[in-house]
């Protein structure tokens, strides 16, 4: 019952970690270069994103959540489940993921960026070979903070019959009042989150010279 | 070689208001020589050196290269045109993610050079600026003369012709000073590389220049071969700075910024006295 209910949530998060990242990560490296004095300044595009970012990141979970059933059903075919749960989870962590990476590569030093458009660097090349590589330790950090949020509303997907440790503690510790199988189900997640940090800090680490 | 005529940069605040930074420049750098800028902080030297390689867009005059016209450059041609210059900053600017060998070979890797080439290239530059032992060493691990000999690696590694200095011994102490200004005059010397060097160092301009301009509120009030010009000063500017100069050779210490040197410079006119 545990085993299941924790892959469940292992599944959910790590998926939805990795497909926030693919899209968080370019939307935040996008938010840098099109700002004011960027390398690629759009100042209309810049405000569009910002003001989508904003909005997405203002709704509380549990609302976007329920909201965005329509979509997640149009996009898994189901509007409960592990599956269907990546699907909000992925849409609020998004905008988080781009903000986190929006300040990280905004902490690289310009002077860096000067060097590499002095060397006669496209924008591209910057954006790959120095934002990208000089934010990194910041960006692993921020997406490490990503996964143990969403550990957390995961366990609010459960509400929905997301499946997961939520779902497990919300029937059988808050429904049916079994305080056991609650307490079990806070320490595996402690035990869950501290192990997902310990993992994030170790590969910041790698990657800080 | 590089040629400025009637420059003017101005700068725009958010609220409409203008600084004029440059204004009607001229200067001829002639091939092969090592051109100094010297003027107090704030006077336009940073701002006309990153006009060479158009990191700073002058608002009029013109700019040529080997008679290209650079200022109405962009996108590629002047991506093109910037890989002929080298640059190297006060802060050096290295990639921290990247190891000494890596940051050499970085604009090799932007200009598509092979990896057999490539690798070539760095050890050579490495013998060069004498770092051998240290290609595998991230900046965080190198002293500041290190790594401003890495930016002068990575800056000579596509083979310009024009190697720009913005301040580029102004964050090292003396004796690394000296040490600095001595690679880059080899490097003059043995490459035919010319050489435009920003400071506020006199001491960097008598040790490594051959010609000099003297700007002072983004005008250029005195240019001419360094021997010369500083033997007979013709404007209180440089006047002001020889002054510093003789105070830190007269007090043995190492001379300060332009600047806070009000309090300095009646100083040394009694040292001096003293001395005399």
């Known amino acids: 019952m545990f085993v299941d209910a924790l892959w469940q949530t292992v599944y959910m998060v790590g998926l939805s970690v990795v497909i926030s990242s693919l899209w968080g990560i370019p939307l935040g490296l996008i938010l840098v270069i099109t700002d004011t004095g960027g390398i690629a300044e759009n100042i209309a595009l810049n405000r569009v994103l910002a003001f989508i970012v904003n909005t997405t990141r203002s709704i509380p979970f549990v609302i976007l959540m329920f909201a965005i059933i329509p979509f997640t059903r149009f996009i898994t075919g189901s509007a409960i489940g592990a599956t269907a749960a990546i699907v909000p989870l992925s849409v609020a962590a998004i905008p988080f993921v781009a903000r986190v990476v929006e300040t990280s590569v905004r902490e690289v030093d310009s002077g860096v960026i000067e060097a590499a458009q002095a060397m006669g660097a496209s924008p591209l090349q910057i954006i790959v070979k120095v934002l990208v590589p000089e934010a990194l330790p910041a960006i692993i950090a921020g997406i490490t903070l990503t996964a143990v949020n969403l550990i957390g509303y995961s366990a609010m997907a459960g509400a929905i019959g997301g499946g997961g440790l939520g779902d497990l503690a919300i029937r059988y510790g808050y429904q049916r009042f079994d305080m056991r199988v609650l307490a079990i189900i806070v320490v595996i997640l402690i035990v869950f989150v501290q192990g997902t940090q310990l993992i994030g800090d170790y590969i910041a680490k790698k990657v800080t010279h | ?276």
């Open chain 2, 1 to 276: 070689m590089i040629r400025i005529r009637q420059l003017q940069k101005v700068f725009t605040d958010a609220r409409g208001g203008r600084v004029i930074a440059l204004e009607n420049v001229n200067l001829h750098v002639k091939r092969g020589e090592v051109f100094g800028i010297i003027g107090p902080s704030g006077a336009g030297k940073s701002t006309l050196l990153r006009c060479i390689n158009m990191l700073e867009r002058p608002t009029q005059g013109s700019i040529t290269i080997d008679g290209t016209e650079v200022t109405g450059l962009k996108g590629r041609d002047l991506r093109i045109i910037r890989r002929q210059m080298g640059m190297i900053f006060q802060h050096f600017n290295l990639l921290s993610s990247r190891t000494t060998y890596r940051n050499i070979a970085f604009p090799l890797e932007i200009s598509g050079v092979s990896d057999y080439e490539t690798k070539e290239r760095v050890e050579q530059l490495l013998a060069l600026v004498g770092l051998e032992d240290k290609a595998k060493a991230y900046p965080s691990e190198l002293s500041g003369g290190q790594k401003q000999r890495v930016g002068i690696a990575r800056a000579l590694a596509t083979n310009p012709k024009i190697l720009l200095c913005d301040e580029a011994t102004s964050a090292l102490d003396p004796r690394t000073t000296r040490s600095i200004l001595g690679l880059l005059k080899s490097i003059n010397k043995e490459y035919g590389l010319t050489i435009v060097m920003v400071t506020h160092q006199v001491e960097a301009v008598k040790q490594a220049c051959h010609s000099v301009a003297v700007i002072e509120r983004g005008k250029v009030v005195e240019q001419g071969r360094t021997e010369e010009l500083f033997s007979r000063p013709g404007t209180e500017t440089t006047r002001g700075f020889l002054e510093n100069i003789r105070v830190a050779e007269v007090s043995g210490g190492s001379f300060k910024k332009p600047g806070d040197t009000c309090e300095v410079q009646s100083r040394a006119k009694e040292v001096i006295k003293d001395v005399c």
